[in-house]
């Protein structure tokens, strides 16, 4: 990046139209305007050039009727206890200072480069504020010790220190770098005066650079490729304070049913009815507990053909007999959906002829192309190839309409929710219907998408309404819920879908599910692998068993497949727990799957333990991510201490703890003191529907709540009547972080 075609904004001085704004002069004589709003407690909004473009709703607050003040070189305005400035002077350009309770909470960079020492005007490595051609920045200073979080579901760190971050949405293809299906620009920090956050309220490519040392390591950067620029900065004395001040903006997430709690099971593909039916029998004779089956992609429609809301109807005559079918076996029916259509569909020319596709910037047909070019395609052999096909323009309300109301027929034989995949596709050059680029509907094209499929879930299914989405944008919170598409099938792969949960969580969507045994890879995941992966993964929010080739528990081996059907247990005699902490991060925002730093804001050695993380309040999971089940982990401080969740072995808080653990268990502990609601052992959800489950409750150190009924301390939970073998005695070494 070349900060030097950035020019910078100078001599601030009041605007005669409104006390909110003021004009800027560049370094070249331009003028722009910079103008302020208070959205309530703790939250500015600071605009650069604004103009009347599309919001597709993302932004669902509105500014409150404060008044900004000025003394003739500042502009300042109040936000309950937050402050913020925007000033300039004859040797400083136009920078930004946001307090909290008084004192400094951030402020615009401070790296000077020796050069600028001759030109105090260009001074700053970067501009704090600055605009080129179809681009702009704004640059805020990075204490040593202040790590940044958030901008998205990426595979890599949690704390973005050091990293160049792209919001833009992608087909991934994988966790393994930057690209990811779903982005927001959306960042938040941990500073000894309280957190701020910055949200680039945008629908185009934004680059941020958090520490990145080719640009500056201690600032951070924002460049927008757009020539105005929209940030909303927040205080907060917690990142979950920070997370409600999001909402507030964005929308506050959205809850989901108790069924979409149960297991998944899928695969890359069921090929045919008799396919998905083995399978469905096969689960439920060998008693692994399930809610929802699903027909992905290829399983059901006709590709050469496809998107078309029926059944494949040389594979599915009367694809209602087939539902119900699995119905009878109390099975949910997803069904796999992308928002293109192939130009060998019927009806293509008709829709063409209707407007519902976006357009080529002349006006002409646009036809996508997979892989356009290239000698191989990713989604063959295996997958099959795809068709060019046209791509819906969610920006026509007809077109919207159409693919909304045309679940019903869906709905109609039972299909109960939608795998929504796909939705990152659209080329820079289209033509959207309300007359937007494709610059700019690309990456909010897939929060349309899913808001018009989760509308039609609601419509048919009301507060049972959910989507099974892949691609995201701001707001992805308010159409729940989504998961973290293609990880490899391997220990790293495993490793990256637990950050890339962490990393969405911490970008205020608070559920997040991960492809148990990895979508892809040059063998079938090793057992090992798989049964490690189903150990964490039911411990998310939501649990789905996917990938290319089998992924059924009993295709591992009856080792695999004895100690798998105990974790699908454990995860539905958790689902009282998790159907509270589910309840808890709708009303709070803070996510079901939480990294230590949401949870431990203030304490550096928990932040420091990226792959732990709490499952809900109380439950600590240190997924094993090796083949010698050896782990190391941190338990903060806690009043009593902390239980293994198996054995009732009893720690101390602030621990580093070495522990090897056998494939029977994984590492979670509980807090003392904590009364663990713990619900009997169901093949599904259905018998549970519009019943409060009768629980037992495992008490871990304090009296339990009266009213519930209480285990010993230590035999954490019971089955058939009997408590469960105690694991942990080769729990190895405890040692302080002292020592």
Known sequence: MDFTQFDRLISLTPASASPNEAIATTLDGRKVTLSVASFGEGVVRVRMNASAKPDYGLLLAHADDTVATTDGSSLSIAAGRAALTLSSDATHPVGLALNWRGKPLLTSLTDEHFRGMAKPLEATRIAPFGIAVGMTVAAFA??????????????????????????????????NTDLSYKNTPFAWAITPHGCWGVLTHTTVDVMHGVGYAQWSNRSYAVVSNESELDLFFIAADTPVGVLAAYHRLTG??????????????????????????????EVRERRFPADVITFDGRAWQDTPTRFHFNFDPSRYPDPKRVIDQLKALDYKICCWEYPLVSINHPEYGNYLQRGYFLKRSDGSELVFEWDTGKKTTPFGPTLTPLPPSGLVDFTNPAAYAWWRDSHRALWAVGVDTIKSDFGEQVPADALAHNGDTGARVHNVNAHLYNRCVYEASL?????????????????????????????????????????????????????HATDVGGFYGATQ????????????????????????????????????ERIAREFFEIRYKLLPYLRGACDLA???GLPVMRSMALSHPDDRVARAFET??????????MPVLNRD?????????????????????????????????????????????????????????????????????AEFGHAAKSGYAVCARGDALKRDGQYWRSYGQRVGHVRRFAE
């Not at 391997?490 to 890339?500: H, I, K, N, Q, V």
């Open 142 to 175: 990075l204490a040593s010790d202040t790590p940044v979080y958030g901008l998205g579901e990426k595979g890599g760190a949690l704390n973005k220190r050091g990293q160049l971050v792209s919001s833009r949405v992608e087909d991934a293809l994988g966790v």
């Open 252 to 281: 506050k997430p959205e809850n989901v049913p108790l069924w979409s709690l149960g297991a998944w099971v899928s695969r890359a593909y069921y090929r045919d009815e008799a396919d998905i039916m083995a399978t469905a029998n």
């Open 459 to 511: 419509e048919a299914h009301g507060d049972e309404a959910c989507v099974w989405g892949r691609a995201g944008w701001i707001g992805s919170q308010r159409h729940p819920l989504q998961w973290g598409g293609d990880p490899q099938s391997d220990w790293e792969g495993l490793a990256a879908s637990l950050r890339a949960g962490m990393n969405h969580g911490h970008s205020g969507s608070p559920f």
């Open 525 to 560: 995941p090793e057992p090992a692998l798989y049964l490690r992966w189903v150990q964490a993964a039911i411990f998310a929010s939501h649990f789905r068993i996917h990938g290319i080739g089998p992924r059924e528990p009993w295709a591992f081996g009856a080792e695999v």
């Open 586 to 588: 709708v009303k709070i």
């Open 612 to 621: 732990q993380f709490y499952c809900g309040p109380h439950l600590l999971v």
């Open 629 to 697: 089940g050896d782990v190391e982990g941190y338990l903060p401080e806690h009043d009593g201490g902390w239980y293994d969740l198996w054995s009732g072995m009893h720690v101390d808080g602030g621990e580093v703890v070495s522990l090897n653990y056998d494939l029977e268990r994984i590492p979670v502990f509980v807090k003392a003191g904590v009364a663990l609601p713990i619900g009997p052992v169901v093949q599904s959800t259905r018998p549970l529907e519009g019943l409060t489950p009768v629980v037992a409750v």
